[in-house]
């Protein structure tokens, strides 16, 4: 937990800009696996984390704009607790190290809003999306399930955006943590890889080492020699030579600040020519990206030089033809590069996403889009100092979109159809880092971690283990 001036300072900070009414913010409960006492790791809602600091089950806090105090719902402990869980720290304790000065039995959660809504008080909360909260919203304020989210405030979500977006220095030293742990799972895995073996053994030994450095991965790890699959969680294949591998992993602090890398290796530990040469462009792409991150360059432009990169790359290939600037303006790069170039990093891996994608990555400048491939762009606007996010551009190879983009002949001025049928074995890959936006550029966060040919090449070689 950071000190306790830090809470303080975003509460009131929070308070400025939300103009009235009472903010409301539900720590997450526990949730079940198989049966009620047997619960998933935990994880508590960022929001919470972010204004009330405390890492466990079962808590609230309201934010009251209108009189400025601040308050803290929880029950303490009994004996039969203690038997099973050992001594806790009290309520009042766990208030006092967040900066708040009162402190109450969770069931006066309902007397306090219940008399701020008699009031005809505002009460603002972010949209839920754990199915207790959505109930526990529908005790407090009578609103039904099914129209709760349309009741989240937006006024409450522009103000925690603003906030969030910006991460001071002590969530750039947590951030800074969780990439070297991320940095280590993948030189670990770089130097484990090898053919014959499954991909779930690669999977469960970095999730092993982000779970004995930190609170374990900050999502499912991604991990497969079908890389063109972009989000595949399935860890059955035996890895073959010549196979590539993409694995798309980061880690949690203690604090649940995240990572997320993503690395593409030659299973062999040698890349093919053919390999080597698509590499090379996600590569530039890559680092091109993250040169271009200052302050004031809006992301959808550097997304647009990525696809460009790319577009260019696979024309020099064969795969692609005509002119490029216009064959990206069509989207028709977006059959090897249907993504996003990233997103927002944070306490959350798409940092924020609970709130709705539009207000973290769009305002009233940059829209989303709606043409595909841009249309997943989860982040278009301004960069600014502070902000931390991730630079992930991917060359793909989708047997099913490339059968059905060829039988619709669409923007067959621009894509060599015949060419691309000969690579639809081919996977994908994804070249992925976290990078923090200065006030003058861009800082890359995390322990160096290979990603030229050459790197991953010598770090593959080198079996030597450092966890
Ligand atoms: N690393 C997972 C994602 O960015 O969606
Ligand atoms: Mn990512």
New binding site residues.
Partial sequence: MFEKSVYIKRRNQLRKDVSSGLILFLGNPEASMNYPANTFHYRQDSNFLYFFGHNLPDLAGIVDVDNGKDLFFGNDVDIDDIIWMGPQESMREKAERVGVENCEPFNRLFDYVGEAIKKGRKIHFTPPYRALNIILLEKLTGIHPSKIKSYASLELIRAIVKQRSIKDKFEIAELEKAADIGSLMHTSAMRFVKPGIIEQEVAGYIEGIALSKGNGVS?PV?LSVNGEIL?NHSHNNIMREGDLLVI???AATFMDYAS?F?RTLPVSGRFLPEQKAIYETVLEANMKSIEACKPGVTYKEIHLMASRIIASGLKDFGLMKGNIDNAVEAGAHALFFPHGL??MLGLD??DMEDLGQIYVGFDDEIHPASQFGLASLRLGRRLQEGFVI?V?PGIYFIPALIDIWKGEGKYSEFINYDKVEKLKGFGGIRI?DDVLITSDGYHVLGKPLAKSVKDIEETMADKTQNV
């Fill in positions: 999502f991604i989000h798309d992993s980061g997320d993503t990233g997103h891996v798409h991730t992930e992925e």
